[in-house]
């Protein structure tokens, strides 16, 4: 009798994704009757940073805002049918991130619930006694500055596994690989051998073609009359049906919106990958050369071929550093001769920046014409400058050192209300600190991830 394929549901894709996706896809576990487990993806390379400031301000906090709003609608279900929650919505606070699961457990009426929790990722306070390299092309990164916000190293999947194995029905985690996060239950569930490269490497697979959430299913594919996507709405997320041998069936929810094709799943495979014959994880160094990906079905595709070699013996350390302040300002033209109107508004609000604050670095887009590709000197958009667009919208954004000089370089534009080209309105002003992030390498052995179960009475 051929082995049951295990079931590994992603509910989100990023901290701010929709709060409500896990519901069908805990259905769809459920329904199925196989062995099963549900994972959050919440953490993009800034994201921890901001964590961290929010952990300061208190220390309670530092874990994914919305946590309690994804939990809420699926945790019951997920304890009762034994569908272990794996998250690394634990951002900064792992710890505070388990509290708040108990917390939420005990409002709705859940009696016992294990919460395990992942942590050695933040490596802020060791970072300069460590053996620092250089990430790619990059100059090795000055780890002894006073401004590092956050230094967070990039742990595998063995840590969730072994928290797994402690019979969590929570794993929270900090950093880890999206990947791990899918690879871990694979490794609990099969028992496969961490140095069983070409398994290991299809765990990885499964990994990064959920880890997006509904980008695999339909969401970031859609282009209309070009890639056509129904009921983006209610856009189901994915799911992976994965085999003891690493075949992987990627599906999602019956009933909900979006498509899974040959084509979805390309893009996903493809996504943020540098070297597919060497995609560098903490687990596996995956070769993609060989994938195939074929039709199994509506909503089905088959994913096989994905081979794997030793991981290397470094981690990737993202480190988040203070990066001044961010002033930006926007307001709008219409009718005829708003695109000429609006590149007087632009060029107006600059001069009198440029003049009020030699050398600050100053960038204006007129959104309508060309901003997405243009540069800092705007030098496409000139070569627009015979386009009338009947709706236009100018943003001024400068880059200071200070909040105040932000927020003053920004007024700018509201000045423009009488003081510039006729027909401006709807002015939005917004001042906010900047991160910036760097990647640096550090030995293996340089991380001991920790492992404990975080009980009520830690509530």
């Keep these: 009798m051929p082995e ?44 921890l940073a901001y964590a961290q400031r929010n952990k300061m301000r208190d220390a309670d906090k530092g874990y994914t805002p919305d946590l309690e709003r994804f939990l809420a609608p699926v945790l019951a279900d997920c304890v009762a049918h034994k569908i272990p929650i794996l998250g690394n919505f634990g951002a900064a606070n792992p710890a505070g991130a388990a509290r708040a699961i108990h917390r939420l457990a005990k409002e709705l009426g859940i009696e016992e619930i294990k919460v395990a929790v992942v942590e050695g990722d933040d490596v802020r306070e060791g970072l300069r006694s460590m053996q620092v390299q250089a990430w790619e092309e990059e100059p090795l990164f000055d780890v002894g500055r006073q401004d590092i916000v956050a230094a967070n190293a990039y742990l595998g999947a063995r840590p969730i596994a072994d928290a797994l194995a402690l019979g969590a029905d929570v794993v929270v985690t900090g950093r880890v690989t999206d990947s791990a996060l899918a690879l871990a239950p694979l490794l609990h569930h099969f028992g496969w051998d961490d140095q069983d490269w070409d398994r290991v490497a299809a765990g990885v697979l499964t990994g990064h073609l959920l880890e997006c959430g509904a980008q695999a299913t339909g969401g970031y594919f859609a282009d209309p009359g070009y890639k056509d996507v129904p009921d983006m709405a209610d856009i189901g997320y994915p799911i992976a049906e994965v085999a003891g041998d690493g075949d992987i069936v990627l599906t999602k929810p019956s009933g909900t919106g979006g498509r899974v094709d040959p084509r979805t799943v390309k893009e996903q495979i493809l996504y943020e990958i540098h070297d597919p014959a060497n995609y560098l994880t903490p687990d596996v160094t995956l070769d993609l050369m060989q994938v195939a ?23 990737k350390v993202t480190i988040s550093y203070e990066g001044g302040w961010l002033g930006e300002g926007e307001i709008s033209y219409a009718g005829p001769g708003a695109s000429a109107r609006a590149r007087l508004a632009a060029e107006t609000a600059k001069a009198r920046v440029e003049r009020e604050f030699p050398g600050l670095a100053v960038r204006t887009d007129v959104l309508g ?91």
């Design 4 to 47: 049951a394929r295990f079931h590994v549901g992603n509910a989100a894709g990023f901290a701010t994704d929709r709060v409500d996706a896990g519901v069908p896809v805990v259905k769809a576990l459920i329904e199925s009757g196989a062995p099963a487990a549900l994972f959050y993806e919440t953490l993009a390379e800034r994201t």
């Design 293 to 315: 990906v074929s039709d199994a079905g509506p909503d089905r595709v088959q994913v096989t071929g994905a081979k794997g070699r030793p991981a290397p013996e470094t981690l």
């Design 369 to 459: 014409l060309v901003s997405v590709l243009d540069g800092d000197s705007g030098g496409l958009s000139k070569h627009h400058s015979d386009t009338d667009w009947q709706d236009v919208r100018v943003r001024l954004a400068v880059n200071a050192d200070d909040e105040t000089t932000a927020a003053r370089a920004a007024r700018e534009v509201e000045t423009l209300y009488c003081a510039g080209p006729a027909g401006g309105a709807g002015v939005r002003l917004n001042v906010m600190p900047r991160i910036k992030t760097a990647s640096c390498l550090i030995p293996r052995e340089s991380i001991q991830p920790r492992v404990r179960l975080v009980g009520p009475a830690d509530v």
